[in-house]
Structure formats: C-alpha cells, structure tokens
C-alpha cells in the first residue's frame, strides 16, 4: 500500500500522512495488512480495526482503550465496535468553504521518484444539491463483492455474480444492483487526466465493458471511492476530484455510488462537540461535495453514504443521499445482527421513500450461522427497509439460502411501492421489552405485518396480542405465514407461537 508525503500543499485538498514516530490523525490510517506507517494515533483517538486492509484512528470514548487492533488483522468484537461509534459530534463548519487549486509533489513511501499531479477546484458555496429523485426511492436489492472477496476482485467476479442474478431468480423478485468495491483501480491517478484507473489486471476491458455486459442482463451496476484523499484500500480517494470521478462514472454508466469515509485530512474532520448542525459538519460538506458532482450526470446514480454513523447521518443524509451507513462493518455473527439491531431500531423514523438506514452488506452465506440467524438476518433488514445488498459468492449459495434471500413476500414488504416506512418495534403485553426488540409492525400495500424475533438461545413461545399491534386492536384476523405463503388460519385476539432458538416469525395480518 502506498503511503503519500505531500510537500507544499493546500491543507484543504491533501492529507499528510505521519512519518513513523509520529502519530496519526483523526480518522487517518494507522494499521492493516501491507501497511508500513504509524499504528500510534493522536491524543483522544484509538486505532480501530476496520477490516483486514483497514485500520483507522476514530475518537476514543470513555471505555476505549489507547489502541486496538493496530498490529493485528484479527476483527474486533462487536462490542469493541460499538464502544467507538455513535459518540462524534460534528463541530458545525460555515456554510460557505474554500477548496483551492493545488498543486502537489508527492513522494511514495516504497519509491524515490516523484510524480505530480493538480486538483483543480474553486472557492464556493457549500452545494445544497439533493439527490436524485429519479432513483433511489425504495431500499436497494442487489450485492457487492467486498464481503466475499475484498480486494480481490475482478471482471469476471463481477458479471459471474450478474448472471447469478439471472440464474438463481433474484432479478425475479427485484435484485438489480451489482456493485464494485475497493480496490478496482491503480494506486495513482492518471498523470494527465488525473481520472481514476481501472486496473487492467482486474479489468482488462476496463469498468464500461463490464457495465455494459451487466446493462445487457438488465441490471445496474455500482462503483466504489472515498471522500478522503485515499480509499480504504489505499487506493486514490474523491476529496478535490468529485467533479472528475462523477464525470468519469457518467461515461462508463455507473448507477450507483458507495463513498466511504476513509482518510480523512484533519482540516476536514470534525472534533468531539455538543453541537448538532450536522447538515453543516464538514463531514456531511464532503459529502455534498460529491452529492453535487453525481447531480451532473446524464444516468441517475443511487447515492450511499457509507459514514459509519459519523455526526448521526439519520438526521441530514436525505439531504445528501439516498441511504447511509448506520455502523462500522458487518461481521458474519449473530452478535453483530443484534447490535445493529438494537442501534438501527432507535432511528426508524428517519426511514421513508428515498431516505434509508443501511445496516451493512449482508452476511449470509458466510460464517457459521444457522438457518434461522440466516432467516433472522435477512427478516431484519427487509423489514426496517436497509438497503440489502447480498455479500457473498452466489454461486456456493445453497437452494435454502436462495430462498431465504428470494422470498417473495419479505422482498414486497421491502419493495412495497406504496408504503415508504419500516415495520417499528412495539411493546408487547405478554412479555418484557427487550434490547434489541423482539416485537415490530409495519403496514404494506397488502395489509399489517408482524415480526417476533426469538433473541433466546432456547426455543420459546410467543403470543402477539392484536390489541399491542399497531394498526390491529382486538379483534379476529386471518394469519399468512410469509415465509412460506401458507395460510395459518383465523385467529381471535391473539396467536401463539414457538420459536426456534435466534429464528424470527412473520406473518400477515388481514381482516377476516
């Protein structure tokens, strides 16, 4: 990975990253596979391990310890993860900003030669641009290769998981979009047109051919970058090239964009605060930026904030985006579905058509769950309406895993287009509340559904009471099982259940 030493450059564009010895700042690189610089982060922040290609400084909390997975490619627990987020608070920036021409000598870490290279940008109004309305207005179905092959990835990968689309019958039931990590393109710009490249090795015909092959399915296909000066894989970042990179991803018929929150300068972080003006953090400004650029493309791009849940996203992404990350990410355990439970049910409200929480990529298919965390996995983020984006090899899915991710009426509650909210927990009077919560109700097109999420590691019985059910109230209601489609009967008052053990029971409620 190659690490820059910027010398004489605009603070607004570059990041400059430590000499060892010297610590690394807020939200910058301090570990990772292949990574040769400091592992020591500045005062008030711990090194925090994002993946194996990926560590990075984020703000201590009280119970953080001083460093954590600097030197180590073992992943965190999910209570290591969650002990970081959720504490930045955005020091409000002026709406107005400076991002100045710059141009910049940089010198490798693993080379002596030096190459350079010129941002251009002006002085201007902080964009208020809102995204597309063209796009984006229900969660996305489809998948991304980050999960299953991280940077190993290719051509081939990309189109063998299109035609899984095909063959496996997932366009069927509205999967569409096949979407591109990092570490796609060379660790350098164009020297002349200072574009992103795709690597030939990965892409021998380039991100259009394969775009076009994809488009030929009748599918869309995604791209990744950062809004920092390099990706989480080291690769060249968005910071100071929106308008490049847009205008590039135009031409090769990109349709949706993940933008990460990797390596972030300094001067474009925020700092611990009490303020809320998240809409003006330079945070959410970097975002804007790029929000800004898509808005000039011909094709709509369906815009994901991946932040992190960085200055509380929930409230201003809608502006900026079409969904946002809500954590850190995924692992491929049941502690991390709970986790992302308990943080993702608080903020349901924010949920409506074109604005979603994204709980992360889907872990399905890999790991060690048993089919009833798989169908709880999947049940979860259909029903608070994440955007599901499936992250594994499609090919080694197994006919009981395609049915859990194809199902018919889990994907319609997601895809309903007629009503925009999630289902949203509700207090049962048969048992205790629990955290996360085990209860949750939401309306479709098609009438009320109910989800009880066994969190027990025992098998357990559940009564619903219709009198707790939001949009039921006593009464006598025919049940659909939507896992299966078979009708359950009528029932007056209430419907009692057994779960198996971290399985979750979904039903349709209709009047008889």
């Known amino acids: 990975m190659l690490g820059f030493l910027a010398l004489g450059v605009h603070a607004s564009l570059w990041l400059v990253l430590p000499a060892r010895g010297q610590p690394a700042g807020s939200y910058s690189q301090c570990g990772g596979m292949q990574w040769t610089g400091t592992t020591d982060c500045v005062s008030g922040h711990a090194c925090m391990y994002q993946d194996n290609s990926y560590s990075q400084c984020v703000p201590n909390t009280a119970s953080t310890p001083k460093s954590l997975?600097?030197?180590?490619?073992?992943?965190?627990?999910?209570?290591?993860?969650?002990?970081?987020?959720?504490?930045?608070?955005?020091?409000?920036?002026?709406?107005?900003?400076?991002v100045t021409s710059a141009t910049t000598t940089?010198?490798?870490?693993?080379?002596?030669?030096?190459?350079?290279?010129?941002?251009?940008?002006?002085?201007?109004?902080?964009?208020?641009?809102?995204?597309?309305?063209?796009?984006?207005?229900?969660?996305?179905?489809?998948?991304?290769?980050?999960?299953?092959?991280?940077?190993?990835?290719?051509?081939?990968?990309?189109?063998?998981?299109?035609?899984?689309?095909?063959?496996?019958?997932?366009?069927?039931?509205?999967?569409?979009?096949?979407?591109?990590?990092?570490?796609?393109?060379?660790?350098?710009?164009?020297?002349?047109?200072?574009?992103?490249v795709p690597d030939p090795d990965k892409f021998p015909d380039g991100i259009a051919a394969v775009a076009d092959k994809v488009h030929g399915l009748g599918l869309k296909i995604g791209i990744y970058s950062d809004a920092g000066t390099t990706t989480c894989g080291g690769y060249p970042g968005g910071l100071g090239y929106e308008t490049i990179d847009a205008a590039v991803y135009d031409s090769w018929g990109i349709d949706y964009l993940k933008y990460d929150n990797c390596?972030?300068?300094?001067?474009?972080?925020?700092?611990?605060?009490?303020?809320?003006?998240?809409?003006?953090?330079?945070?959410?400004?970097?975002?804007?930026?790029?929000?800004?650029?898509l808005a000039e493309s011909k094709t709509p791009v369906q815009y994901s904030l991946c932040l992190w849940g960085v200055d509380d996203p929930w409230e201003w992404g809608a502006k900026v985006g079409h969904s946002w990350r809500m954590d850190y990410d995924s692992t491929p355990s049941w502690s991390y579905i709970t986790q992302i439970m308990t943080k993702n049910a608080q903020y349901l409200d924010a949920v409506t058509f074109y604005a979603h929480n994204d709980m992360d990529m889907m872990e399905i298919g890999n790991g060690n769950f048993t089919a009833e965390e798989e169908r709880t996995h999947f049940a979860t983020w259909a029903l608070m309406k994440s955007p599901i984006l499936l992250g594994t090899d499609l090919s080694k899915l197994s006919p009981a895993q395609v049915g859990i991710v194809s199902n018919a009426a889990l994907t319609a509650f997601h895809q309903d287009s007629s009503v925009g909210e999630p289902a949203k927990p509700f207090t049962s009077s048969t048992l205790?509340?629990?955290?996360p919560p085990s209860f949750y109700a939401g309306k479709s097109s098609k009438g009320i559904h109910v989800f009880v999420v066994n969190l027990n590691d025992t098998k357990a019985d559940y009564t619903i009471a219709f009198a707790d059910v939001p949009g039921l109230g006593a009464g006598s209601y025919a049940l659909q099982d939507m896992w299966t489609g078979k009708a359950l009967g009528t029932f007056s008052d209430n419907y009692t259940v057994s779960i198996a053990a971290h399985d979750t029971v979904a039903v349709l409620a209709t009047t008889s």
Do not use: H
């Open 69 to 98: 997975f600097a030197e180590s490619n073992s992943s965190p627990s999910v209570a290591d993860a969650a002990s970081t987020s959720s504490t930045m608070k955005a020091t409000p920036v002026s709406s107005t900003f400076e």
């Open 106 to 196: 940089a010198i490798t870490s693993s080379s002596t030669s030096a190459s350079t290279t010129t941002a251009t940008s002006t002085t201007t109004s902080a964009p208020t641009t809102p995204p597309s309305k063209e796009v984006g207005r229900l969660p996305a179905l489809g998948w991304n290769g980050w999960n299953a092959y991280g940077c190993d990835i290719s051509a081939d990968k990309v189109l063998s998981a299109a035609q899984s689309f095909i063959d496996l019958g997932l366009a069927a039931v509205g999967y569409e979009y096949v979407n591109i990590d990092d570490c796609w393109m060379l660790k350098s710009r164009d020297s002349k047109t200072q574009q992103q």
């Open 263 to 293: 390596n972030v300068p300094s001067n474009w972080s925020d700092t611990p605060d009490t303020g809320d003006d998240y809409y003006n953090s330079k945070t959410a400004i970097r975002y804007r930026i790029m929000g800004a650029a």
């Open 432 to 435: 205790p509340t629990t955290s």
